[in-house]
């Protein structure tokens, strides 16, 4: 009897090892299939750039025709946080253009093959310089492997890989826009800091320049002459 209780705790000792490997085993692949996802996604252009004062920076992506785009751009830092952006077609045609803007987004789909053209203006100002970051990705995000390539009903794993795909997404997406805003309020932080530091040297000179004065007038009080002294000098 004790054989065989030992014998059926092993049993069950090793079926729950085993499930929880096939758990941890099915865990690993559904984060693989998700990282290969990301890895072979759709053709993105994401960059943050340096837009001098009185300057226009342009930046050119080929696309195919009837090929779905989205542009985005927002400016992080800089001034009032706006430049002047136009997107042009290969024929130099504007399909999109915003006058001050500190973000938008738009998107669009390509009429004809060719290289199309994103123009970042900051000619209207003429002290302060621009961080932008812009976002334009072309074409539709592929499918996972092995999962959206069949017609059939997904099945749980299917479903769960689709999550975690979306999942991760929406965690890039997140991350990014938590970066432009730590990135905002670093500038900012900068900002005002050097105008205290140049507020407090102000008022540092000026405290060291009322001392002197003030001490070259007390100076004045104790070395000026009576007339009777300077009257018995000449004599």
């Excluded at 123009?119 to 092995?146: M, R, T, W």
């Excluded at 405290?207 to 002294?229: E, H």
Aim: proline residues 2%; contains cysteine.
């Amino acid at each position: 009897m004790r054989n065989e209780q030992m014998n059926s705790q092993r049993n069950d000792t090793n079926i729950s090892k085993s499930r929880n490997n096939k758990k941890l085993t099915t865990m690993l692949w559904l984060s693989l299939v998700a990282l290969m996802a990301l890895l072979q996604g759709s053709a993105a252009v994401e960059f943050t750039f340096d837009l001098a004062d009185n300057a226009e920076d342009c930046f050119y992506e080929e696309i195919k025709r009837n090929t779905s785009a989205y542009f985005e751009f927002q400016v992080s830092a800089g001034g009032q946080q706006d430049v002047d952006v136009t997107l042009k077609d290969p024929q130099n045609k504007i399909i999109y253009s915003l006058e001050r803007a500190t973000f938008d987004s738009h998107q669009f789909t390509a009429e004809t093959t060719g290289v199309y053209t994103a123009c970042f203006s900051n000619k209207f100002s003429a002290f302060s310089h621009k961080i932008v970051y812009v976002d334009f990705q072309v074409g539709d995000e592929p499918s996972l492997p092995g999962v959206d390539e069949h017609a059939t009903v997904l099945t749980q794993m299917e479903t769960s890989a689709q999550a975690i795909h979306k999942a991760l997404n929406d965690i890039l997406d997140a991350q990014t826009h938590h970066r432009l805003r730590e990135a905002q309020g670093r500038k900012r932080a900068e900002d005002i800091n050097q105008r205290v530091m140049v507020w407090a040297s102000l008022e540092t000179a000026s405290v060291i320049l009322i001392g002197l004065v003030q001490i070259l007038v007390l100076r004045n009080f104790f070395t000026d002459r009576k007339p009777s002294q300077a009257r018995y000098g000449r004599l």
